[in-house]
């Protein structure tokens, strides 16, 4: 559904009259189909189906781990990492089940209390006051928190695009489907 959205604007901006931006238009006024979309789409986020094509991390992100800092390309399922669940705020080692690996051609650079987080722009951060927020959203000033409840904020957010793709890595995790990044542990 989305790569015909996506399509459908494109040819849009190119063409406002072409045929295929018209019939999603007519599409987007039935009830039905957005009911039939949003189903499919929240059927792909509990299914960790998401989890394989979306948000992702470079290789050499630290990830916590029970066991310290270990590089997110060097996780497998089995190994544990700091998982806190974002309804409690209960914090424990949860296993990994699954690791994906993928290419894009977009990254974000966040610096967070002076350190550089690249990720995919649909990688969900914890933000004080608004929820769980995609990098690509993220705005300088958000307030972010570490696994020790320390106040972190975003400094700085720049968008790279690139000719060749890029490697990105990510996991799911067990139970709460968090885990922290960097030496900040955001």
């Known amino acids: 559904m989305d790569g015909f959205d996506m399509l459908s604007m494109g040819l849009g901006m190119i063409d406002p009259d072409n045929p295929l931006t018209a019939l999603n238009n007519k599409?987007?006024?039935?009830?039905?189909?957005?009911?039939?979309?949003?189903?499919?789409?929240?059927?792909?986020?509990?299914?960790?189906a998401a989890s394989q094509n979306m948000a992702c991390f470079i290789a050499g992100t630290m990830v916590l781990t029970a066991t310290g800092l270990v590089a997110i390309e060097k996780l497998s399922a089995g190994d544990v990492v700091i998982s806190t669940n974002p309804d409690t705020l209960e914090t424990a080692g949860k296993t990994v089940l699954e690791t994906y690996v993928?290419?894009?051609?977009?990254?974000?650079?966040?610096?967070?209390?002076?350190?550089?987080?690249?990720?995919?722009?649909?990688?969900?951060?914890?933000?004080?006051?608004?929820?769980f927020i995609n990098a690509g959203n993220l705005l300088v000033g958000d307030k972010l928190i570490s696994v020790n409840g320390e106040d972190l904020f975003v400094e700085k957010h720049r968008v790279e695009e690139f000719d060749e793709p890029a490697t990105v890595y990510n996991f799911q995790v067990e139970d709460y489907h968090t885990y922290f990044v960097g030496d900040c542990a955001v």
């Open 27 to 48: 599409l987007h006024q039935s009830d039905i189909y957005n009911g039939f979309q949003m189903g499919v789409s929240m059927l792909s986020s509990f299914s960790g």
């Open 102 to 131: 993928r290419k894009v051609d977009k990254l974000v650079h966040l610096t967070i209390n002076g350190e550089e987080i690249v990720t995919t722009d649909n990688h969900p951060f914890y933000v004080q006051g608004r929820g």
